[in-house]
């Protein structure tokens, strides 16, 4: 059996309109990591990352779905989906300001270009490793800025949310330009 066809399995676990809404997404990043686990190694890495991160974020999704992800667009919460993929990748202990600019700019490819106007994807939601807390600082500014704008939050919310922490190197490339 392939292992995409056992994530596919695995997936079932979610929620049943989770699933409808976000499992090719999942299915689509989890072949980006396939594509990179070329030895028994990363493969075994891989799979005890991916089982973890089911266990973590299974249960989240039953008692969240109703939780404060609502506050998000389906964009934003894409974009802190990739967060979490980005600070995985870099074996990071929790997702930094600048795994979230990533995700943020990797979810919002128009974004990065200075356009905005293209209609949301369907996005994931996941749990994973915690934030940091200039991370934290940043969601909610995004979460301010949303509320003054009366909408949800959206990736262009982020980050500009991510660019008014000093503490980031976003910031700090802000201030080169």
């Avoid at 894409?78 to 943020?104: C, D, K, M, P, W």
């Avoid at 700019?105 to 209609?119: F, N, V, Y």
């Amino acid at each position: 059996m392939k292992a995409e066809n056992i994530y596919r399995i695995l997936l079932r676990a979610y929620p049943s309109r989770y699933r409808r809404e976000y499992a090719e997404a999942m299915v689509q990043c989890f072949r980006d990591q396939l594509r990179e686990a070329n030895t028994a190694g990363k493969l075994i890495a891989l799979w005890l990352r991916t089982i973890g991160d089911l266990a973590l974020t299974v249960p989240v999704q039953y008692w969240e779905r109703a939780g404060r992800l609502r506050e998000y667009s389906p964009a934003a919460r894409h974009a802190i989906f990739y967060a979490h993929y980005e600070a995985a990748s870099f074996n990071g202990r929790e997702v930094t300001l600048e795994h979230l600019l990533r995700g943020v700019l990797r979810e919002e490819k128009k974004l990065a270009a200075g356009q905005t106007d293209r209609p949301l994807r369907r996005v994931i939601a996941t749990g994973g490793f915690p934030m940091s807390l200039d991370c934290k600082k940043a969601l909610a500014e995004a979460h301010q800025l949303a509320q003054d704008a009366g909408s949800k939050i959206m990736p262009r919310h982020i980050l500009v949310a991510i660019l008014k922490q000093d503490s980031s190197e976003a910031a700090r490339l802000r201030q080169i330009f």
